[in-house]
């Protein structure tokens, strides 16, 4: 198990940015692969995006490609989600999720461990 917390949600306006970061408490962070998710009221959870343990893969939902930028730095054993271009429909609560594996997944069952969540809402 690896204990994560999330962080940097906020309120912030369409077209702005936001860095959300998952700080992991675990002795080698790079043996975990991380991944974000996300989940708007009334919704289920969805797949944002997701990092090797390395940091050399990653892979995005078709909603946010282009617009978010996952990274690692795997020496302070947090993983960022760089958020740009913010639209109202990525309001959500996101959520960062570790396995235990070197390769990435966008499927969130893979996943065993869970951070509790940061809120983000973009006002349009």
């Known amino acids: 198990q690896v204990q994560l917390v999330e962080s940097g949600g906020g309120l912030v306006q369409a077209g702005n940015s936001l860095r959300l970061s998952c700080a992991a408490s675990v002795r080698t962070f790079s043996d975990f692969a991380v991944g974000w998710f996300r989940q708007a009221p009334g919704k289920e959870r969805d797949f944002i995006a997701t990092i090797s343990g390395s940091g050399e893969v990653e892979y995005y939902s078709d909603s946010v490609k282009g617009r978010f930028a996952i990274s690692r730095d795997n020496a302070k054993k947090t993983v960022y989600l760089q958020m740009n271009s913010l639209k109202a429909a990525d309001t959500a609560t996101y959520y960062c999720?570790?396995?235990?594996?070197?390769?990435?997944?966008?499927?969130?069952?893979?996943?065993?461990?869970w951070g509790q969540g940061t809120q983000v809402i973009v006002s349009s």
């Open positions: 999720a570790a396995r235990l594996s070197m390769w990435p997944s966008g499927v969130d069952s893979e996943y065993d461990s």
